[in-house]
């Protein structure tokens, strides 16, 4: 039951109607027995510092930062971990003692999740797109220890940006969407992961797949496809590459687990159950 002393969390970004983040964190909460709400905060970007602001006035415990905030809150934040200082996104803020914000990252983890058990270590992946959402992704593909990693983007610059940030960390290079080499490239790599949002729901592009289809025809049946994107589920993509016989994942799991891993930062290490999430959101995928 809400009360005067109930705590809350929130969601922040622009726009959040379509997040499904409040429905598995409230099922967490419940679960766990806290006195703690979890709603979504629609922001204006020219809003962001005095709504964040004035959410350390009142009784929140954190806030998860979605798009297009996850840089824009470092100004405001008096500590921040070095994940996310090297990935430059914060997901994830919390109120210390002093009342000061800190920020960290929870993509990781969320990102690594479902792939901990497939050994792919010093094997080989693509990663499609060059923003925000590639900087956690390089950095989890590091963690589970790949030897290269190919990045295709229709932007040099922010391929140029993405290189700079990791060349000394992994064997890493960029390559335009155009270039004659990416054919052996889809036919040899053991990982696809898309970090674009083609594909998801409440795009105009929904219906359709990155790069298009004739870009896959080389597609090997051993790859592992990952998506991202958990609303629809599967994507087309993932349609496409499970008709191919490829190992698909879509971007599911990885919500919960960057959720769980929130939550139990905003409640001192609790140990935040997986499967309530998920059990919650199957209901709404």
Known sequence: MITSKTSFLALIGNPVSHSLSP???????????????????????????????SL????????????PFKQKVFDICSEISPVAKKVKA??????????????????????IYPLKNLNLAKKTALILGSGGAARSVIQGLIELKLSKITII?????SLDGLISNF?????????????????????????IINTTPVGMSNTTNYDVIPFGQSFWSAINSKT?????????SPTPFLKFCDKKGCMTIDGTNMLIAQGAQSLSFWT????????????ALKKYL
């Open 167 to 191: 060349k000394y960390d992994i064997d890493i290079e960029g390559l335009l969407n155009t270039n004659n080499e990416i054919d052996n490239l889809i036919q040899e790599t053991d990982l």
């Open 153 to 157: 983007s229709r932007n040099n610059n």
């Open 56 to 67: 350390k006035k009142m009784n929140c415990k954190g806030l998860n930062v979605t798009i």
């Open 268 to 279: 001192n290490g609790l140990e935040v159950p997986f499967e309530v999430m998920h059990d």
């Open 224 to 232: 592992i496809v990952y998506d991202l994107i958990y609303n629809p």
């Open 90 to 111: 914060i997901n994830t803020l919390k109120l210390n003692d002093n009342k000061d914000w800190i920020g960290t990252n929870t993509d990781i983890d969320g990102f």
């Open 23 to 53: 429905i598995m964190q409230n099922a967490a909460i419940q679960y766990l027995g806290l006195d703690l709400i979890y709603m979504a905060i629609p922001c204006e970007n020219e809003d962001l510092e005095i709504v964040i602001n």
